[in-house]
């Protein structure tokens, strides 16, 4: 049982290269989450989807994109990337919009 | 915008002593979810609470939450070093209609 699967799990990009985070789910969820995880900020949403085809901002979404062109994927780029977008990302999945979420392991990522 | 404050943000206990960790707001939440993150992976639901009151137990952790739904906590009787990990706690608004929003966590360590 694969869940949540994102890929890459470890990048280094320089500042102003662009990137595609890439998150899989194999539990037919309807929604599908990013967020990033800075110490002592907790679990801040990036952007997320409530079914394919549809994308909303969340907490922090400035400098990213989302798409979701089929159900099980959720991509999250970054077309530009800045010093302050190291972190670690989260992807996660629910059956319901306040339901349980189910997390990837994360992929962390330095812009250096 | 609806807040979750967590305390203590760090906890740092001997093997075998007992401790409570807090999750509060000033909003009204339908329901609450407590979920444990452990070193270099996605954070995994422990519990859901959803009635006013409610006590939950999972072996050695108690959860409760507030009559008035606005606050829980979470007890561990006779820590172990297995409890390490950063524990969040999410809640769902009232209405349904936005997602989750997570405290900052308190991060735990037992020392054996």
């Known amino acids: 049982n694969a869940g949540v699967t994102q890929t890459p799990k470890f990048r280094v990009l320089k500042t102003g290269q662009s990137m595609t985070l890439l998150c899989a789910q194999d539990m037919n969820h309807e929604y599908m989450y990013w967020y990033r995880q800075d110490p002592g900020m907790g679990l801040r949403l990036i952007h997320y989807?409530?079914?394919?085809?549809?994308?909303a901002k969340g907490e922090v979404p400035d400098g990213y994109n989302v798409s979701r062109l089929k159900k099980q994927n959720f991509l999250l780029g970054l077309e530009s990337a800045a010093p302050s977008q190291t972190s670690v990302y989260f992807c996660?999945?629910?059956?319901?919009?306040?339901?349980?979420?189910?997390f990837g392991e994360g992929s962390r990522l330095t812009v250096l | 915008t609806q807040l979750l404050e967590q305390s203590p943000q760090f906890l740092s206990i001997q093997e075998g002593e007992n401790l409570t960790v807090y999750c509060n707001s000033s909003?009204?939440?339908?329901?609450l979810q407590w979920y444990r993150q452990e070193p270099g992976e996605g954070p995994v639901l422990l519990v859901t609470v959803v009635t006013g009151g409610e006590v939950k137990k999972l072996k050695r952790l108690t959860f409760q939450f507030g009559d008035a739904r606005k606050d829980s906590s979470l007890h561990i009787t006779a820590a172990q070093p297995g409890d390490t990990g950063l524990y969040l706690c999410a809640g769902a608004t009232s209405s349904g209609n936005t997602p989750l929003v997570f405290g900052k966590g308190t991060r735990l360590s037992v020392i054996a």
């Open positions: 996660a999945s629910s059956y319901r919009f306040t339901g349980e979420l189910f």
């Open positions: 909003s009204v939440f339908s329901s």
């Open positions: 989807s409530v079914g394919e085809g549809t994308t």
